[in-house]
Structures are given as structure tokens and as C-alpha cells.
């Protein structure tokens, strides 16, 4: 969950998530040191007696300076299209759950087995109970077993709206007319919240989204208790 | 929290913190040595800007840090799925440890 004065991604819970957070420490440290020596080279422009104007051509620093950007993009790039095409990889989800988003709440279904669908609203602040996250809990909570690969259908009944859950690295658009599918794979219990990130209308900041990863057991006896 | 050049959260990256600490003392022991070794200053403080970049790079990538992190990472991640196995398979004709039935089931 989000927490205050935060300015770094939250912790990972799935391995997509664990190596999109890696990949972001390694740019981010490349992009701190080119800083640090653009601001270095600024501060020597800005302070040397030479003021030599009639230079013509200097073709070792341009050399230099066209071959070792392309080498650090190539060094961001490679791990960037490995992560990517990890996330496209084909597993074999063991439950189906869909999501449909409307103004302003999320409906799921999960149909595999039996009919269970429910509508998930955000608690008004006015109603929370002491130690409940504002604008972040919702009556109903997704449940879904912790280490399966769950597949999410996503889509929307009216507007646009994005299914999102930051702590596992999802955020997918729900498109009124078209299926999009994301998979999901948490490898520890928990509550991970999200929130719609695709603008809908006045309450778009008013329909988040929880996810409640448990056991397997706990998950059927769930089920059945929401039949 | 202390953010270095406002971005950087060194607290919190592995290898970050040790990184920019071993780059900074790398860049006072090389421009503070180019210095007394040639007494040009101009000169020393490039050194010295140059065995930042260097050390942090090689600290981050090279030495002891990411490398290992991702080796570690990798064994972590072999060893949760061989707990998870172990488990799954124990006792059945997949369990590697299994010792033959005698007959009697």
C-alpha cells in the first residue's frame, strides 16, 4: 500500500514486479551519474578563461560522445525488452476472474466453477472504521489464492477506466468493447490496493481497487460463502 | 528521507548507499592524489570527477554488488521452488527421495 512522504515504487509482490524494480534501480543509477557529469561539465563551461571561438571540427570528442550514449542505451534497452517480453510469456493461469469497470465501482465475476459476481464500492470516508485506509477500502475485496497464476479479464461497461495494482505491476485499461487480458501471479498473502487510473468522470478518484490474496483453502471457503 | 541530487533514494537501494559512499572516497583519493602528485587544479578536480563516475559504476555493477544481489536472487528463487516441490511432491512417484515401496503399500 501507498504510504506517506513515499517517492520509490512500492514493495513487489509478484516476479514481474521484483524485476521491474531492479530495472528501475539500474537506470535510475545510469541517470544519476550522466547527471552529475552534465552538471560537472556545466560548471567548467561556466568557469574557464578560454575563449577560443574558431574551433572547426574536433572528431575524437564527437567520436566519443556519439559511441557512448549508444552503448548506454543499449545497456537500458537489453533489460528492458527482456523484462518486457518476460511479462508476455505463456503460463497457464488456473483461474479466470473478470472485471468490469463502471461509473464509479468494479463488478467481478468469477465464473469457472460456479456463478459468483459482486460489485466492489469504496467505503465513504464518513464510514470507516479507526485503522482503515481513506479512499482506499471497499466493501467487497477481491479474493484470489496466493502463488497461482490467475488470468484477469478486464473491461468496462460505460467509460474508460484502468484496473490497476501497483504492488504487483498491473495496470490495465478496462475499454467498453474490448476484452484486455493481464495475469497475475502473488507470491506472498496480503492486501494490495489500487486505484482507477484512467480519468471516468467526477468520481474517478472514488473507486479503488483491493486485492486480498490468501490460501488456497481460505479462497474456497470464501467462494462458497459468496455464492 | 535524504535523496542524493533530489532523485537518487540512496537509503533504501541495495548497493546504492555503498556504491555512492565508495564512488565519493574513490573521488577524494584520486583528485586529492593527481593534485599533490602534479599540484594542477583543474586537472585534479576532472580526475576526481571521473574516479566517481568510475568507482560508483564499477561498486554498482562490478564489485560485490549487483552481481551478486542477482546471483543471491536466483538462489532464493531456487530454493522457494524447492520448497514448494518438496512439498507438493512428497511421497508421491514424482518424490526424487523416495524409497521403494516393500509391497505391503
Redesign the interface.
Known amino acids: 500500500m501507498p504510504y506517506p512522504f513515499q517517492l520509490g515504487f512500492q514493495d513487489a509482490t509478484s516476479p514481474v514486479m521484483e524485476e521491474l524494480l531492479h530495472f528501475h534501480d539500474h537506470t535510475l543509477m545510469i541517470v544519476f551519474l550522466v547527471s552529475s557529469l552534465v552538471l560537472y561539465i556545466i560548471s567548467l563551461m561556466l568557469t574557464t578563461k578560454l575563449t577560443h571561438t574558431s574551433t572547426m571540427d574536433a572528431q575524437e570528442v564527437e567520436t566519443i560522445w556519439t559511441i557512448l550514449p549508444a552503448i548506454i542505451l543499449i545497456l537500458i534497452a537489453l533489460p528492458s525488452l527482456r523484462i518486457l517480453y518476460m511479462m508476455d510469456e505463456i503460463n497457464n493461469p488456473s483461474l479466470t476472474v473478470k472485471t468490469m469497470g463502471h461509473q464509479w465501482y468494479w463488478s467481478y465475476e468469477y465464473t469457472d466453477y460456479e456463478d459468483l459476481n459482486f460489485d466492489s464500492y469504496m467505503i465513504p470516508t464518513q464510514e470507516l472504521k479507526p485503522g482503515e485506509l481513506r479512499l482506499l477500502e471497499v466493501d467487497n475485496r477481491v479474493v484470489l489464492p496466493v502463488e497461482m497464476t490467475i488470468r484477469m479479464l478486464i473491461s468496462s461497461e460505460d467509460v474508460l477506466h484502468s484496473w490497476t495494482v501497483p504492488s504487483l505491476g498491473l495496470k490495465t485499461d478496462a475499454i467498453p468493447g474490448r476484452l484486455n487480458q493481464t495475469t497475475l501471479m502473488g507470491v506472498r498473502p496480503g492486501l494490495y490496493y489500487g486505484q482507477c487510473s484512467e480519468i471516468c468522470g467526477s468520481n474517478h478518484s472514488f473507486m479503488p481497487i483491493v486485492l486480498e490474496l490468501v490460501p488456497l483453502t481460505y479462497f474456497e471457503k470464501w467462494s462458497v460463502t459468496m455464492l | 528521507?535524504f535523496?542524493?541530487?533530489g532523485?537518487?533514494?540512496v537509503e533504501?537501494?541495495p548497493c546504492?548507499r555503498d556504491?555512492v559512499l565508495y564512488g565519493s572516497l574513490g573521488s577524494v583519493v584520486a583528485g586529492l592524489g593527481h593534485f599533490l602528485l602534479t599540484s594542477r587544479i583543474?586537472r585534479s578536480c576532472?580526475v576526481g570527477?571521473g574516479g566517481?563516475?568510475l568507482v560508483?559504476?564499477g561498486c554498482?555493477y562490478v564489485f560485490h554488488c549487483?552481481y551478486n544481489h542477482?546471483k543471491l536472487?536466483i538462489q532464493e528463487?531456487m530454493a522457494?521452488e524447492g520448497i514448494?516441490n518438496k512439498i507438493l511432491y512428497e511421497s508421491t512417484h514424482l518424490d526424487p527421495q523416495r524409497k521403494p515401496a516393500d509391497g505391503s503399500g
Open positions: 528521507t535523496k542524493l541530487l532523485i537518487l533514494d533504501n537501494i546504492a556504491s583543474r576532472d570527477v566517481f563516475l560508483t559504476l554498482w549487483r542477482a536472487r528463487r522457494r514448494k
